[in-house]
Each structure stands twice: as structure tokens, then as C-alpha cells.
């Protein structure tokens, strides 16, 4: 009977020795410090020494006993038995001969160290962290124990926690007996992060399950409080193929869990902490590349814990486990609302999913009895103690945490929708209020009243191949992940004017005049590279601002720099600006991040388009611009207007390629404003595909590809079997239209 083990003797096929967690981190420890991943060091009881503390103090009958007519649906009869069977155990203690060497093994790790050290007890049940059953947080974790009374003290707490009520709960949804299930006790040394920082990274991004990134969220001091949601904590994006930040957010850090003389205790962060990133951008690096190893090296997605440690400011794994909610996805389901009421409150969303429910606001565990099945919970943020009836309730709203809190895992794990950090909403609800949890997209709504919605299912292992290429038209970043799953060719019109509004919310003119550059460039190059993430290697094609002179005048600070048009549409607009000394510095802001994406993101797959492009001579500007400025990329230009086919010849010449604006090129061709419905706009109309038609030959003759931004292929069969007709290189459409077209063409081309 081995009653400890070394992280050293540990390996992944020990499960039923030490647990899950416990066997991955000796997985870790012993296999992947030679691949220059840092673990702690530590060691583990074995299940069999918990059978032994069990047989010892003579607790099986009593337990047995106390669970026999257990009904986890009863809350009331889950907490009484749950407590009293922890009572039993605590009140046990641990025989002499495992408690000598428990002993022995903390001195061995005090040696390994040169200092008696503090360590981190976590319990690890033996079946935890399968890929077909998740018990993460079921059980109890203690931080920063030191000295061999505390450390004895904390075993039997751990040993206790088998049976807190969410484990108990947990088990039984699961179909594992009460009793077939051991826990086995790891002792870790624990890093000084909370004088540093410490998360979690998944290594695909958890709201969507794309998986060429590395996702990243921590916050200062110890990874309890990201856990927990007590804190909103700093994110990063890391692209996979390339190893780099691509995207990067500043969460809301007020308080820190350190260390105290025994145990932890809460503190403020100081305010020039709260408004600076816990890591650098190497650092982040760092750790996406210890993830993507990870990851390797055990064949599948890993949800994994890191913590730097503020003493040696080095950084360690202390904790990986499979990734268990999008591994095994072959079908997506997409849900649509019917209509929209009052927006009542939002947040993060998580997970893709809608639903309906009565309000129930829980402010402490003391009131969860009262919850029934079917409503909507809303807390300040859960634990794991909150797991019964958060398996019962049909939406979760929180006011607190990130995409890595508790709240977050256990409603993805559940397959519920879920929203956090949804500030002040036990304000603005109130119990029994009728509400829809609205997560379809990256922002998580709160609708007033029971609303109607739509499910269609996809098999993502079923979507068609074309021959021409059928692409996205997009421009907000924060949808670009989820609508990988639909695999475009590539992003045939990226809209930058998204980013600009909402990212960046100024004019490009007056962040120059705030010394705000940097910041411009920063934000438009993650929205960019977040974009091109999604579909590569597929191209995509950025297109440079096309804003009119009365939407940059909406911008901060824009109507210093803007005229007034009569005619904006037909005003200063795309290249024209360009090349306009007024706003060369602008043009040259956007030409700056694309750079940043290309070379410093790695992201290749990224060219650009000039917009609303009316004369050979702009042309040639523009190109100058960019040539001057070294952006070795293609170059593409919007046919949007007549001159841009009746030029083909030229324009072909000095661009890699065009794309159709067939909405801008109909208004201009048959002089009808877009926006007027009573005048019979019509991209089918003869005189357009005329010139659609001349296009394509030019171009084919030249060598130069031809695509199409707009609706028309999705809205008329004979549009898209026209284009086919005259072999046009690529079809960009609006996503809620895209698999539509896809099939359309597919059939088409057969």
C-alpha cells in the first residue's frame, strides 16, 4: 500500500491513485520540465491512503447510513446530509502511520527548497478532470499552508470536502456511486503570486471553441479571485500559429487575495495598478507557449492555471486539465430571436445560446433552498457551493467575473446561457420579472418578457466545397471567432468603420492632436488581427475607411476636422482623402496597424482595398502613399464605379485585384439613391451586369481576380448563376446569408 507519491512517480495513467488533478500535474512535473514548462513541486496521497483514514476512524457504515436516503432534488435534504457527513470526518483524525508520512514527505519538499515552505493542498477526486466528467471546484482547495499542524489540519478538510453538497450533487448527475469515487490529497509549493499575479488559459478561446488561439485572464495576487469572479481580470488573445498578442484587454483589478500569516486575506490594489496590464506582452508569450506545448503533448484542449511568481518573477503551470465542453462538437445550433423588447441589462455573454425565465436574485447561499427549476439566477457571483442550483436553472446572470470564472465554466459545462459582469442588475431586476437571456452574440442582453427564438442546427463536418470562393463581409471583431465554424474562404470586405466607432470612438484626426496614435493604431490592429485570426490562412481584405464626411463629423472630436456636404455620399470620401495632405496623417494611422498585424502579429493573410477610388490619378496617389511607407502587401481596389470598368485596362495595371461594390455601382450607374425604396433599386438591372460582365473579361485578361461584396448573390438565384456564368473569382456576402449561398453555389457549379 503506497500512502504518497512524488510528483515524480506520477504519471497520467494514476488517476485511480492520486485523481485527475493530481495526475496531470505529475504527468507535468516529470515529463514536461525537460520542454521548459516550470511546475511546482510537490507530492500526493494516495486514494488508498484516504481509504485508509476511512477504515481507520471506522466512518464507512456511519456514511452509508447518513446518505441512504439522499435526494440531491431536495436541497434542503442534500445540505443536511452533506453537513453531517463532513462533521464526521472532521471530527476523525488521521492514523499515525500516515500522518508520519505526511511528515515526511513536507520535510523532503522543505529540503528540496532549502526553507520550510508554504504549500497549496488541493484535493483531486479520482474522477476528476476526465474528458467526460469535469468535478474541477467540486471539491476544496487550501492556499498558503504552512507548518506540519496547519498542513495535517488541512488534509482532513480536504478529505471532508468529497462530500461538500455540489460534489455530492455532482456525482449523481453524473451516474457515479457516492462511494466509488476516492479523493486524493496533492501537496504543491506554493508560488509567491500573490505579491505578482495569476489565471487561467484556455487553449482555444472558451466562449466559441475556436482553436488557433490561446486565451488568457488573470488578475493580481492568487487565481482564486479570477476563479471566483470577485475580480474582472485582465484578457489576452494569442494567436497559435504565430505566438503573438493579438488582442488584449484591461479588466476592472480592485482587490488581491494574498497571503496572510496563515491562510489569505483580501487587499486593495493600488490605483497605478489597477489601470496597467498584470503581464507584458513577452510574458503573455510565454505562457501561451507553455500552453500550446501543453496542449501537444496530451493530444486535446486543456483548460490550464498559471501564476508568476513576484519573488523569482518567473512563471509556473500549476494546474492543466482537459478541456471538456467544445472537444467534442460536431453540430452547432444557432439561435435567433424573433423580436426584441426593452434592453434591461448586459454583460458578457457566454456560450451561444437564448432563454426565458422568471428573475430569482440569490445574495448569499443561505437563500438557495428557495430556488425553483426553470428560473434565471442572479448573484453578485457563485462558487462552487452554488452548483445545485445552478444545474437547475434555465440562465445565469452575475455581476462580477470574467470568461474564466466559476460562473463561466459550470454554465458552459451545463450548456445554459450565462452573462457576467452584468454591473448593477440585482438593481435593475427583481425577483419573479419575466426576462430573456439573449448570448447570440459577444455581448451578453437582458431582455424584457418572454421573447419567441429560432434554433437551427448545423454539422459543421457536412458544410459544402466550392470551387469559387464564398467569403464573409465583416467588421466586427468580437463575431469573427464564433463564425469560424461556418469555414469561409476568407473575409472578402473587412469594415473598418466598426472598429473605429466602437473600439476606438475618435477621430483619427483628433487622437493625432491628443498624442492618442499609438492608442488608434493599438485598437484598430487588434480588431484587425483578431479578424484575420478567424479565417487564416485564408485572405482577408481590409478595407481602408470609408466613412462619409457626416459620420467622421459623429466621431469625438470630428467636427473640427470635417466639412459640411450637401452630398456626402458623393463627397469627400475614400481615396480621395487619402492623398489630401489634410488627411494624409489620418491614412496613414490605418496603414500603420495593418503593418503592426503583418509583421509584428505575424498575420499574412492580410491585404487592404481602396475605397470610392474615381480617377488613374488617385490611384497612383494612394499607391505612392503606401509604397513610400514600404507595406509590402496586395493592393486591391473597390469597381464601384462606372469610370473604375470603363478604365479596367488602367486601373488593372496598377492594383492586384478587384472587388464589386454592387450597391454603390448600381446607385451610380442607373443615378438612383440607394436609400430611396421608391425608385426601383436593382442590381439586376442590364446596364449594371454590363459592366460587371466588362469587368471580369479586363480584369481575366490582366490576370487579376474579380470578387463581389453584396447581397444580390443571396438574394437572387439568377444574380449568383450569372456571376458563375462570367467566372468571377470569389462571392462576399453578410454572414446570416452565408451558408445559404454556400449551398446555392455549390449546386450551381455541379
Not at 3 to 20: Q, T
Not at 198 to 227: A, K, Q, W
Not at 564 to 575: F, I, K
Request: charged letters at 30%; a positive charge.
Amino acid at each position: 500500500m503506497r500512502l504518497s507519491l512524488s510528483f515524480s512517480e506520477i504519471r497520467n495513467k494514476d488517476v485511480p491513485k492520486v485523481g485527475g488533478k493530481n495526475a496531470s500535474l505529475g504527468e507535468m512535473y516529470s515529463q514536461l520540465k525537460n520542454r521548459g514548462i516550470r511546475v511546482p513541486s510537490g507530492f500526493a496521497l494516495t486514494s488508498e491512503s484516504y481509504d485508509y483514514f476511512i477504515r481507520e476512524n471506522r466512518l464507512d457504515r456511519e456514511i452509508k447510513e447518513t446518505l441512504s436516503d439522499l435526494d440531491v432534488k431536495n436541497i434542503k435534504n442534500l445540505r443536511e446530509k452533506g453537513k453531517r457527513v463532513r462533521e464526521l470526518i472532521l471530527k476523525s483524525k488521521i492514523p499515525k502511520k500516515l500522518e508520519k508520512e505526511i511528515l515526511e514527505s513536507y520535510k523532503k519538499l522543505c529540503r528540496e527548497y532549502n526553507k520550510e515552505i508554504s504549500v497549496a493542498v488541493r484535493s483531486s477526486a479520482t474522477a476528476e478532470d476526465l474528458p467526460e466528467a469535469s468535478f474541477a471546484g467540486a471539491q476544496e482547495t487550501y492556499l498558503n499552508v504552512r507548518g506540519e499542524k496547519e498542513l495535517l489540519k488541512a488534509i482532513v478538510k480536504c478529505y471532508s470536502s468529497l462530500f461538500t453538497d455540489r460534489a455530492v450533487s455532482y456525482r449523481k448527475e453524473k451516474g457515479f456511486g457516492q462511494f466509488s469515487v476516492k479523493l486524493s490529497v496533492g501537496i504543491q509549493k506554493m508560488v509567491r503570486s500573490d505579491v505578482a499575479c495569476s489565471g487561467v488559459m484556455f487553449t482555444l478561446d472558451p466562449n466559441t471553441g475556436f482553436r488557433n488561439v490561446v486565451s488568457i485572464e488573470g488578475s493580481y495576487g492568487l487565481g482564486e479571485y479570477v476563479v471566483k469572479g470577485i475580480v474582472k481580470p485582465d484578457s489576452f488573445f494569442v494567436f497559435k500559429p504565430t505566438g503573438k498578442v493579438i488582442n488584449k484587454e484591461i479588466g476592472d483589478k480592485k482587490v488581491k487575495l494574498v497571503f496572510s500569516k496563515t491562510g489569505t486575506k483580501q487587499e486593495k490594489i493600488k490605483s497605478k495598478d489597477k489601470n496597467r496590464f498584470i503581464l507584458t506582452d513577452k510574458e503573455v508569450e510565454e505562457l501561451a507557449s507553455y500552453a500550446i506545448k501543453i496542449e501537444k503533448y496530451y493530444k486535446k484542449p486543456m483548460d490550464i492555471e498559471f501564476a508568476k511568481d513576484g519573488e523569482d518573477k518567473k512563471l509556473y503551470i500549476v494546474q492543466a486539465r482537459p478541456e471538456t465542453v467544445h472537444t467534442k462538437k460536431k453540430e452547432i445550433s444557432k439561435y435567433t430571436l424573433v423580436k426584441k423588447t426593452k434592453k434591461l441589462a448586459e454583460g458578457l455573454a457566454i456560450g451561444r445560446k437564448i432563454s426565458s425565465g422568471k428573475v430569482h436574485i440569490i445574495k448569499n447561499i443561505n437563500q438557495i433552498e428557495e430556488f425553483k427549476q426553470g428560473e434565471i439566477l442572479v448573484a453578485r457571483q457563485t462558487n462552487p457551493d452554488w452548483e445545485p442550483i445552478m444545474k437547475i436553472a434555465s440562465g445565469i446572470i452575475t455581476e462580477q467575473g470574467g470568461s474564466t470564472s466559476h460562473a463561466s465554466i459550470v454554465s458552459r459545462e451545463l450548456g445554459i446561457p450565462c452573462i457576467v459582469g452584468a454591473q448593477n442588475t440585482m438593481k435593475k431586476l427583481r425577483n419573479g420579472q419575466k426576462v430573456t437571456i439573449d448570448c447570440t452574440s459577444s455581448k451578453g442582453i437582458v431582455w424584457e418578457g418572454k421573447l419567441n427564438y429560432k434554433i437551427k442546427k448545423i454539422n459543421i463536418e457536412k458544410l459544402p466545397k466550392t470551387k469559387t470562393k464564398v467569403m464573409l463581409i465583416l467588421g466586427t471583431p468580437e463575431e469573427s471567432f464564433d463564425l469560424a465554424f461556418l469555414q469561409p474562404d476568407g473575409i472578402g470586405l473587412v469594415r473598418i468603420e466598426y472598429i473605429i466607432t466602437n473600439w476606438i470612438k475618435m477621430h483619427p484626426l483628433y487622437a493625432i492632436e491628443k498624442k492618442k496614435q499609438e492608442f488608434y493604431v493599438q485598437k484598430l490592429a487588434e480588431g484587425i488581427g483578431m479578424l484575420a485570426a478567424s479565417v487564416y490562412p485564408n485572405q482577408i481584405i481590409v478595407r481602408f475607411s470609408d466613412f462619409k464626411t457626416n459620420e467622421y463629423r459623429n466621431l469625438l472630436g470630428g467636427k473640427k476636422y470635417e466639412p459640411v456636404e450637401n452630398n456626402p455620399m458623393l463627397g469627400w470620401r475614400g481615396a480621395s482623402r487619402y492623398s489630401d495632405e489634410k488627411f494624409k496623417p489620418a491614412f496613414l494611422l490605418e496603414s500603420e496597424a495593418i503593418k503592426k498585424v503583418r509583421e509584428e502579429m505575424g498575420l499574412k493573410n492580410v491585404d487592404v482595398m481602396v475605397p470610392f477610388c474615381r480617377t488613374i490619378k488617385e490611384a497612383k496617389d494612394v499607391l505612392k502613399i503606401l509604397s513610400e511607407n514600404k507595406r509590402k502587401l496586395k493592393v486591391y481596389v473597390m469597381a464601384e464605379i462606372p469610370s473604375n470598368i470603363i478604365l479596367a485596362e488602367e486601373f488593372s495595371k496598377l492594383f492586384d485585384g478587384f472587388s464589386i461594390g454592387s450597391n454603390d455601382l448600381t446607385q451610380l450607374t442607373l443615378g438612383i439613391d440607394r436609400d430611396n425604396p421608391t425608385l426601383g433599386f436593382d442590381e439586376r438591372n442590364e446596364a449594371v451586369k454590363k459592366l460587371i460582365s466588362e469587368l471580369i473579361r479586363f480584369a481575366h485578361k490582366n490576370k487579376k481576380p474579380v470578387g463581389i461584396c453584396g447581397q444580390a448573390p443571396s438574394k437572387y438565384t439568377e444574380y449568383a448563376k450569372f456571376l458563375l456564368d462570367n467566372k468571377i473569382d470569389s462571392i462576399s456576402v453578410n454572414p446570416d446569408v452565408f451558408l445559404e449561398t454556400k449551398i446555392r453555389v455549390s449546386k450551381m457549379e455541379k
